[in-house]
């Protein structure tokens, strides 16, 4: 097989016939922030549980009154309602717990690579965007065995 050359192609007068707009175009330095609720910027152990799906282990971050982002190995369908049980173990054994419903709004799935001693792994992770509906009273305990 004969592999032919091309020519480069000539632009250089691309760049010699810009011409300026005539309308001048502001710069916005700031982002305008459209959120309702502020958000608490922390990573931090929950429990998500499901009816259909159990009880498992994830991942939340930015935590505001409105909802939440949670990491999972999984992510329910749009539209499922979860609970989220922000749990923290006190020096004394007692466990303080919140507990909240939440419906699943979003799913966000990331690739990338990290940069390791001699090479690059590519890894990803899962997300979803949950909004809250209500608090539950903390009593309500989640089963060893639920928990996966």
Known sequence: MVVKRREPLQLAHVLEDRHVASIPVPIIEKRIEKRIHTRFDKAFLVVIGSELY????????????????????YAPPLGTVVT????????????DEIVARAEVKHHHYLNFTGSTAGGSDAASARAIGLRFIEFLDPDIRIAADRVH
């Open 54 to 73: 159990g009880d498992s282990f994830a991942v939340a971050r930015n935590v505001s009154a409105g909802g939440i982002l949670v990491e999972m190995s």
């Open 84 to 95: 989220v049980h922000f749990q923290h173990a006190r020096e004394d054994g007692e466990l």
